[in-house]
């Protein structure tokens, strides 16, 4: 049976959601290294809430994120070297350890490059005309970018609840371009 769903295309729920043979092979992380991993999310979720403000309006419940976001995100962008500590701080010393678990460095790594599509997202919008960004064009992209942004950050955050790696395409090939194969026994780590 298992023989058969190889060669047969993947359904559009497999697609969203995973299918069968998703995450095959891998045992989930305890709920410790859950947690851990769905703490990066919170960058990204900042950026795209400060990204938006015709997003607020067409989704008027969404006002609730900025209760909890507030306080967060003004310390987060009071000093434009925070942001940029903490991309580098995460990347050093998270992404790159591979004396962390694999499931925390991929999930980060998926953060900082969905928080890097969220920033084009907002460089695109910043170099457009006046014109353009004010006008309806201009509110269409704020509405995608952050209806995007969000779903994909709480997919993302979803799956790492239930210990699963989230697949999102092209980003996810990206992360594994960058996350290696960690070392599950940190006594194994040679000393140099």
Avoid at 86 to 110: C, E
Avoid at 118 to 124: D, H
Wanted: charged residues 15%; proline residues 8%.
């Amino acid at each position: 049976m298992e023989g058969e769903d190889e060669g047969k295309p993947a359904t559009l729920m497999e697609t969203l959601f995973g299918g069968p043979g998703w995450n095959k092979g891998r045992t989930r992380p305890p709920a410790r290294d859950r947690l851990l991993a769905i703490l990066p999310y919170l960058i990204p979720m900042m950026g795209c809430i400060a990204f938006t403000n015709d997003g607020f309006e067409f989704f008027p419940l969404t006002f609730q994120f900025l209760d909890f976001f507030t306080t967060p995100m003004i310390i987060f962008y009071s000093n434009g070297f925070i942001p940029f500590f903490t991309f580098f701080g995460l990347f050093l010393a998270v992404v790159r350890n591979p004396k962390v678990p694999h499931f925390i460095r991929y999930n980060t790594m998926q953060a900082i490059m969905l928080d890097i599509c969220i920033m084009l997202a907002g460089l695109i919008m910043q170099y457009l005309p006046m014109f353009a960004a004010v006008s309806f064009f201009g509110g269409v992209v704020e509405i995608l970018a952050f209806v995007n942004g969000t779903y994909a950050i709480f997919y993302s955050v979803w799956n790492a609840i239930q210990g699963l790696y989230p697949e999102i395409p092209i980003i996810t090939e990206a992360v594994y371009a960058q996350v290696t194969e960690s070392i599950q026994d940190p006594d194994d780590v040679e000393e140099e």
